[in-house]
């Protein structure tokens, strides 16, 4: 009868040992990718925001995932930020900085559900400077940025001679 017992109660703790490897399997895929984003792992658009504080223009950068299995980390500001039209010889002198320099970057999570974004802010009445047709930046990924040339809204211009740009944040959901 002992040794019945034993067995029951190996087979328990086996299955429930078994039971609680699945759960915490399903549980780390589902955490926070380590992995910085890389260009492959992201597609980005450039589009005018609407809504904005008065004042100020805005131009949303939306990060999505380039797959259905993306799961890369995002984090901090977009860097290296310039402006160009018609090739990459054809410049403008627009000086961008952190909107918030000096702020604790948030690290977000970039899958095929969640995407993020930033934003360029620009003073609504300085004069047209520039029109690009395209916007180089590092990712967002921390210290080490993977460098991307992304598409400008056309007909969209710069105005006045220096923009802020935001940190990465979680796409808002509206």
Known sequence: MKTIQRAATATIAGGIAA???????????A?????PCGVSDVHITVTP????????EAYLITYTAAAPTTNCRLDGVP?????VSGGQNNASDTTVTPDAPGAVPVPVNLTAGHPAESRILQDAAAPVTFLPDALNLNLPTGPDGSSTTVAWP???PLKGTTARVTAVAPADAS
């Open 19 to 29: 039971g609680s490897l699945l759960l915490a399997g399903g549980t780390a895929s």
């Open 79 to 83: 860097t290296g930020l310039s402006f």
């Open 154 to 156: 056309a007909g969209a």
């Open 31 to 35: 955490m926070p990718s380590d992995e």
């Open 49 to 56: 925001e609407a809504a904005h504080a008065a004042g100020q």
